[in-house]
């Protein structure tokens, strides 16, 4: 979405008393009866990291947000993540936000007056809510991220400013200035559970982290996995750290940011040329998703959907069986490509159980290994 902003008229910080932005900056308001109201508690507790959106859209002096919410980690509210500018949301996917008859440099500059006037009125706004001076954070040293936030400290809590130009404005609210300090939230996670009378094997819930009309599939990939994790950052963040300028990656690598994640987690991080279907049950049987990146077509897609969403309304169907017929159809070296998280298998029917950052509807998705195999080329196995 294309938003124009003259003024964020103190951003979330007007402190309005008929207002909702006060919600969020104020840490001791976050167990009341209205913040439940606004991000009410998951029903089904992610592992790791569970994001909730607002239920209403929330406006700042009748200005929209790009993206609000709410990070639960058993079962209660840990901080909240105000996305301010985003480049990616505001190009869009192949740049279809642009405005009518507008070029891409024309863009760009429009982007840029925009996030000055944002940056200008975010600082302002920490300044009326009586936030100390913003002290330069380097966060992820040890680990090689290295996000460039400013920490400022507030009356009731904490706050975390991550400004880059050309591509990301982000405020976080935390309760304290020490959870402000580090991007891990300590969790525990849990093994994968066997399903009754079943050769299948699942992991918990994995915290969905849509990458919307952007081209984000990589990064809310690692988005999701590094909430699994308990990493906080969400897919705005990480494609920061991949490079991304104008909400389009121009340097680095997103594979090797996975390494990272991990080592910031302080898990381990095996990564392979193309997926191997015994290495992936290692890492699903110790409570670790797989990370997958292969080639795409819309034709395999539609068998993959259909099928799992037949299985899982208990339907009885099968996937075409990996024979040399079926194999012709397997796209490879093709012009897409993409990444998905592996957090199950079947060992009977030799399935892999995987997930998408394309919401809701693109979990638990079902390939035969053979397919996932021969049209993988990279592969990324977590594990303690």
Known sequence: MNLHWPVLCAVLLCASVHGEEDLLADATRWQGADFAALFPAPKVEAAGISRVVPTRRLDTCGIQLMAVNARFVNGGVHSISVVIFDAG???GYNNSNLLKGETFDEGKLRFDKEFSERQEAVLAGLK???ASAGEELLLGKRSGLNLKTQLFKLPQGAARLISYEHQLLLLDFFRSEAEARTL????STAPAKAAAGSTERRLPVVPMVPQGNRGYC???????VGSMLGLQPGAEEYAVLSGFQYGIETKSDIRELFGNVAQEAGV???RSPKFDAAKMKQSIDQGMP??????????????HSAYSTRIARGEKAELPPANMEDHKSWPKKSPFTHASIVNGYR???REAIFTESWGEQARNRRMRVEEMEGTSYYAVYFGR
């Not at 990589?218 to 999701?224: D, E, S």
């Not at 797989?290 to 068998?303: C, G, K, N, P």
């Open 89 to 91: 949301s505001f190009f």
């Open 128 to 130: 009326k809510l009586g």
């Open 184 to 187: 891990l939230i300590p969790i």
């Open 218 to 224: 990589g990064v809310a990939t690692l988005a999701m």
């Open 268 to 270: 381990k991080a095996q």
């Open 290 to 303: 797989v990370v997958v990146f292969r080639w795409w077509s819309e034709e395999r897609d539609y068998i």
């Open 347 to 349: 060992a009977d029917k």
